[in-house]
């Protein structure tokens, strides 16, 4: 299902694959993964023109080529597989691929076109619940990245594998992405409140398994939203 919000339409491919295109045509991926019955795997459509990975573990080469145009950008977070010992497994770094790639910090604005991109930290907390068994964050400070793109004047705001951070609650955007497993990020109460602070134009939770409502309730995710008075959609 495609959504439409204004100026944008927005694809979910399941994770955190995202599409958007602007109504001037520009299209643009976040986390692109060839994630289990998420469509991805199944297409190949070669229409990017800019391809956003916020983190390592969702540095996926295979999808970005399948969503990539020849002469799309890649943009990276600056911590992703900087040797191919980094690269999961994967042997290529994102300066292999045959793209233009460019490293960005976590707090970093561009201007890339008819594009204004912006990105923010995400990070786990040590004292959270976000943890490994010996209490290291499973995304530590530094290793990754939100990204905030504007389109066709729509401020999209997808903040990576993250929890809720104070600045988060001070944002300014349209449309809200948020991850709701709370597996490495933030959980569907966090992403509610988080969303009744920034009150966004609309909210599309993604990071979730549609078909797993033990994982993730998410019907109770929207009723939440819905009950705070905030626009909400499900791509399914």
């Known amino acids: 299902m ?41 297409a190949e459509p070669r229409d990017g023109d800019l391809i956003l990975v916020s983190h390592d ?33 994967l042997d290529e770094r994102p300066e292999e691929l045959p793209l233009e790639v460019e490293r960005v910090r976590a707090d970093e604005s561009f201007v ?5 991109l912006f990105t923010t930290p995400a990070v786990n907390a ?26 066709d004047g729509i401020t999209a705001y997808w ?23 709370g597996t490495g990020t933030m959980d569907r109460h966090d992403a509610a409140s988080l969303a009744d602070d920034i009150d966004p134009d609309l909210v599309l939770p993604v990071r979730y398994d549609p078909a797993d409502a033990d994982e993730t309730d998410v019907d109770a995710f929207v009723v939440d939203i819905a009950r705070r008075g905030v626009p909400v959609v499900l791509d399914e």
């Open 126 to 151: 040590p004292d959270g619940p976000n943890t490994d068994e010996d209490g290291t964050p499973i995304h530590p400070e530094g290793r990754g990245c939100g990204f905030g793109v504007t389109i």
């Open 57 to 89: 573990h969702h540095y996926d080469p295979d999808a970005i080529r399948r969503v990539a145009r020849e002469d799309a950008l890649v943009v990276v977070h600056e911590s992703i597989a900087i040797d191919a010992s980094e690269s999961g497994g």
């Open 2 to 42: 495609t959504v439409s919000f204004d100026a944008v339409t927005i694809d979910w491919f399941g994770n955190a694959a995202v599409r958007l295109e602007g109504q001037t045509g520009a299209v643009i991926y976040s986390d692109p993964v060839l994630a289990r019955d998420g469509g991805l795997e199944r």
């Open 112 to 116: 890339l076109g008819p594009l204004d």
């Open 159 to 181: 903040p990576g594998d993250t929890d809720v951070l104070p600045f988060h609650r001070e944002m300014d955007v349209d449309l809200l992405l948020p991850p709701i497993d």
